[in-house]
């Protein structure tokens, strides 16, 4: 029993030395931070929208909504960040390429509402 603790601290020692010398995998973030790929999808954002709709239809979490007023323009236009499940849908499939997947991605909040991205005009703004 007490060989066998003796042998499991020298493990554990050894997996400590192993990766003393080693490059670090983490950094310090958020002093520094990794290069995002060109592919990296984050927060989305809309101008130019028509209101066809079919940003609605092809978003798997339901996170996005808007109303047209008599004319058709557009407003309101909302991202629910809490279901947004940042797949890119809306952006692949906008007629109009009116969305576009940010690179930003720092969007941790403690109030809620903050998640509910805005877009006053949508068409315009
Ligand atoms: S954002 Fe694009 S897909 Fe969505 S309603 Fe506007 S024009 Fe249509
Ligand atoms: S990125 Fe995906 S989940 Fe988020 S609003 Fe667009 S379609 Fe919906």
Known sequence: MFLKEIINLFKGLFTV?????????????????????????????????????????????????????????VYNFEFDFKKCIVCGNCSFYCPKGAIKMTKEYELATSDKENLTLKYRGGADD
């Open 17 to 73: 030395f192993k990766h003393l010398f080693k490059r670090p995998v983490t950094l310090e973030y958020p002093e520094k931070r990794r290069c995002l790929n060109d592919v990296f999808r984050g927060k989305p954002e809309v101008q130019g929208c028509i209101g066809c709709g079919i940003c609605k239809k092809v978003c798997p979490a339901g996170a996005i909504k808007f109303d047209k007023d008599e004319s058709g323009k």
